[in-house]
């Protein structure tokens, strides 16, 4: 919410065509934290069960954040390179070269101290105390928040501003992280001789595919955002974010319910109890599915006067976009609930093959939709984009129910 209220002062501060880097440069951290984040993921079941079940927590604690430190460590070289390129490869549209490059530094780097920070989340997980996790990323999120604005009415609006606000907000978010983590479970002990190569390796076969279903995941909107910055300019670029960062926002709210099932799916499983398992996920998706049923349908029925109260009058040309993207939403919501069932049984590599042909078949579409219209026909390519991402989105997470 917080982000979706940004929006519109973004817009005032620094226009669209500048506005429209901001989104860009968030989306690439995406790319060059797949490989981090990916880690992290398998990371957390190993170590979510240990504490569970108490077999040498510390231990895997340990393998799995200086693992993960580990992975941010040899992308800091793909970080400078991104970041100095990103001027010359990205339409900036009379930006400062140097002040995009800074931007897209400091939020990289904002986005591997995060990484770091996420491998501290499986012990609340294992505590059902997900509140400290969402406690953590609101006050990362207000602090990041009112840097921007504090910086923005101080001084020139500027690109650097945002990304410096990115990169101390990211260190308050993992030093607090850490003192939470360490008052759940006095126990955790992360030291490096506690590392244990052999076991992060087995960390990594799981890592792998999903490695796989993250590049199709970021073959969607991610994907589709280059591909317009590319084909039609940042201005363009600017208009699909808007519509893009309203959908993010309903699948923000839509995690921040179904992360809270997570704790008693691992429970249920570290237990055997496979019966209270299944039914926690089968009432979990009724209810999400009621619950957002109505939110949604009130953005589509009404998504030009959302979009005329929230950025202005001069925007409602993205409701068509903004309909399109909320095809099927209600339904993905939902399958969100079984997010973490394929990692729990170690069935990553179906899951992630399906996406990543559907994510190939989206950029493929993007791309072409862009290249065969004029360049003010950014919205004909967000509904190729949104449709295909609707469709196989929640193809993909329903394929995650069945443990076989």
Same mark, same amino acid.
């Given at each position: 919410?917080?982000?979706?209220m940004?929006?519109?002062?973004?817009?005032d501060?620094?226009?669209?065509?500048?506005?429209?880097?901001?989104?860009?440069?968030?989306?690439?951290?995406?790319?060059?934290?797949?490989?981090?984040?990916?880690?992290?993921s398998?990371?957390?079941?190993?170590?979510t069960?240990?504490?569970?079940?108490?077999?040498?927590?510390?231990?895997?604690?340990?393998?799995a954040?200086?693992?993960?430190?580990?992975?941010?460590?040899?992308?800091?070289p793909?970080?400078i390179?991104?970041?100095?390129?990103?001027?010359?490869?990205?339409? #900036?549209? =009379?930006?400062?070269?140097?002040?995009?490059?800074?931007l897209f +530094? $400091?939020?990289?780097l904002? /986005? &591997?101290?995060v990484t770091?920070?996420?491998s501290?989340?499986c012990?609340?997980?294992?505590?059902?105390?997900t509140?400290?996790?969402?406690?953590?990323?609101?006050t990362?999120?207000?602090i990041?928040?009112?840097?921007?604005?504090a910086m923005?009415?101080?001084g020139?609006p500027?690109?650097v501003?945002?990304?410096?606000?990115?990169?101390?907000?990211?260190?308050v978010?993992?030093?607090?992280?850490?003192?939470l983590?360490?008052?759940?479970?006095?126990?955790?002990?992360?030291?490096?001789?506690g590392?244990?190569?052999?076991l992060?390796?087995?960390?990594? #076969?799981? =890592?792998?595919?999903?490695?796989?279903?993250?590049?199709?995941? +970021? $073959?969607?909107?991610?994907a /589709? &955002?280059?591909?317009?910055?590319?084909?039609?300019?940042?201005?363009?670029?600017?208009?699909?974010?808007?519509?893009?960062?309203?959908?993010?926002?309903?699948?923000?709210?839509?995690?921040?319910?179904?992360?809270?099932?997570e704790p008693?799916?691992?429970?249920?499983?570290s237990?055997e109890?496979?019966?209270?398992?299944?039914?926690i996920?089968?009432t979990?998706?009724?209810?999400?599915?009621?619950?957002?049923?109505?939110?949604?349908?009130?953005?589509?029925t009404?998504?030009?006067?959302?979009?005329?109260?929230?950025?202005?009058?001069?925007?409602?040309?993205l409701? =068509?976009?903004?309909?399109?993207?909320?095809?099927?939403?209600?339904?993905?919501?939902?399958?969100?609930?079984?997010?973490?069932?394929?990692t729990?049984?170690?069935?990553?590599?179906a899951?992630?093959k399906?996406t990543?042909v559907?994510?190939?078949?989206?950029?493929?579409g993007?791309?072409?939709c862009?290249s065969?219209?004029?360049?003010?026909?950014a919205?004909s390519?967000?509904?190729?984009?949104?449709?295909?991402?609707?469709i196989s989105?929640?193809?993909?997470?329903?394929s995650?129910i069945?443990p076989?």
């Amino acid at each position: 919410m917080i982000g979706i209220m940004l929006v519109p002062y973004y817009l005032d501060e620094l226009g669209m065509a500048t506005y429209g880097i901001i989104p860009l440069a968030t989306t690439m951290t995406s790319y060059v934290m797949i490989l981090a984040d990916s880690l992290e993921s398998a990371c957390a079941r190993y170590s979510t069960i240990a504490i569970q079940k108490d077999e040498e927590a510390s231990k895997t604690l340990s393998t799995a954040f200086f693992g993960v430190v580990r992975a941010c460590l040899m992308l800091l070289p793909v970080v400078i390179i991104v970041s100095y390129a990103s001027p010359y490869v990205f339409n #900036v549209d =009379g930006n400062a070269s140097g002040d995009v490059q800074i931007l897209f +530094l $400091l939020v990289l780097l904002s /986005s &591997l101290i995060v990484t770091m920070s996420s491998s501290l989340m499986c012990v609340f997980t294992a505590f059902n105390n997900t509140y400290l996790e969402y406690l953590s990323r609101l006050t990362y999120t207000v602090i990041q928040v009112g840097l921007i604005v504090a910086m923005f009415s101080f001084g020139t609006p500027s690109l650097v501003y945002v990304g410096l606000a990115y990169l101390i907000s990211s260190a308050v978010l993992i030093a607090m992280k850490y003192v939470l983590a360490k008052h759940v479970y006095p126990q955790m002990e992360l030291r490096r001789r506690g590392y244990d190569g052999t076991l992060f390796r087995e960390m990594g #076969v799981l =890592g792998a595919w999903a490695i796989v279903y993250k590049v199709g995941n +970021l $073959l969607y909107i991610q994907a /589709s &955002l280059v591909v317009i910055n590319l084909y039609l300019g940042s201005e363009a670029g600017g208009g699909f974010s808007i519509v893009s960062s309203l959908v993010s926002m309903i699948h923000t709210a839509c995690y921040s319910v179904t992360t809270s099932v997570e704790p008693l799916l691992y429970k249920c499983y570290s237990a055997e109890d496979y019966g209270d398992m299944y039914k926690i996920m089968r009432t979990g998706v009724k209810f999400v599915a009621l619950l957002f049923a109505m939110p949604i349908a009130f953005v589509f029925t009404f998504s030009a006067e959302i979009l005329t109260a929230w950025v202005g009058s001069g925007y409602t040309y993205l409701s =068509g976009m903004l309909r399109v993207a909320l095809l099927c939403d209600v339904m993905f919501c939902a399958a969100s609930v079984v997010n973490s069932l394929s990692t729990l049984y170690l069935k990553v590599n179906a899951l992630a093959k399906i996406t990543l042909v559907f994510g190939l078949l989206n950029v493929a579409g993007a791309c072409a939709c862009c290249s065969s219209r004029t360049r003010g026909t950014a919205g004909s390519c967000g509904h190729t984009r949104s449709a295909r991402w609707d469709i196989s989105s929640p193809t993909c997470s329903t394929s995650r129910i069945s443990p076989a």
